[in-house]
């Protein structure tokens, strides 16, 4: 009796202490390539907002972040800014094992699905591939397809100044909002669905993705903005109300 009284005692000083508390998530921000697409404006604005959500947040500016095998596993998320870029057999592995691990990964626009135009395999986990932006820059409307889905839960369709993506897509993604091409720009692809928010599974891990984000001021419009939010936690599997998922290695 006197030896569970002193457990007790002593997980109640460990509580109050602040050290039984559950373990901070981390996450990785890496950024890079062809500057036109701001990727450390981006990225300067959703990392301090995972910092406010708790998370240990590191930002970095080089692939090789991708070959500490023994850090990457300890992460909960990373989040790729990088469009046109080389990136090794060695760094691409490290990425893919950590994603196949448990790791989640989150990105928007080309910093995403505009990475490594050399590697299938990245591709094949991203679940998507930029291929054309008809017209450059112009209006378009962003239509919410599964309003139940935690990451698009209460949001409207919505209008867009910016490019909007052509892609080659994954048919398992599951896609959470589209866009409808008008045939403009490109007469044959008028009336074309395409997925602009999509998440999907990569062993066990997570990856989130979004066409969105152009340049930093594209997340000026707040469903962008929040789209990338709960797309980032969810991947970190820290977005309240998604569900059963597989655990990390």
């Known amino acids: 009796m006197k030896k569970r009284i002193l ?3 002593l997980m109640a000083c460990l509580a109050g202490s602040g050290l039984a508390q559950e373990k901070k998530k981390k996450a990785l921000f890496v950024w890079g390539g062809w500057e036109n697409h701001e990727p450390k404006q981006c990225v300067d604005i959703f990392a301090p907002w995972l910092r406010e959500q708790g998370f240990d947040v590191e930002i970095s500016n080089t692939l090789d972040s ?3 095998a023994a850090k990457l596993r300890s992460l909960d998320l990373i ?3 990088v469009t046109l870029a080389d990136i090794t057999p060695e760094q691409e592995k490290g990425l893919l094992d950590a994603v196949l691990g448990g790791v989640g990964i989150a990105g928007w626009h080309g910093g995403l699905a ?4 050399s590697s299938v395999n990245y591709e094949y986990m991203i679940g998507g591939q930029w291929v054309a932006h008809p017209g450059g820059i112009i209006d378009y409307e962003v239509t919410i ?3 139940k889905d935690p990451i698009t839960s209460g949001l409207t369709d919505f209008k867009m100044h910016s490019e909007q993506y052509y892609l080659q897509v994954d048919p398992i ?3 959470l909002a589209t866009t409808r091409f008008s045939g403009r720009y490109d007469r044959w692809t008028k009336d074309v669905v395409m997925p602009v ?3 999907k599974p990569f062993g066990k891990g997570r990856v989130f993705y979004t066409s969105l984000g152009h340049v930093a001021a594209d997340f000026d419009v707040p469903e962008a903005r929040e789209i990338v939010k709960r797309g980032m936690l969810w991947a970190a599997r820290a977005l309240k109300d998604d569900g ?3 655990k990390k290695d």
């Open 173 to 175: 993604n599951q896609v």
């Open 7 to 9: 457990v007790v005692l």
């Open 244 to 246: 059963p998922s597989e």
């Open 197 to 199: 928010v999509w998440k």
């Open 79 to 81: 989040v790729q800014a």
């Open 145 to 147: 397809a599964d309003p």
């Open 114 to 117: 505009d990475s490594f135009r």
């Open 66 to 68: 991708y070959l500490d």
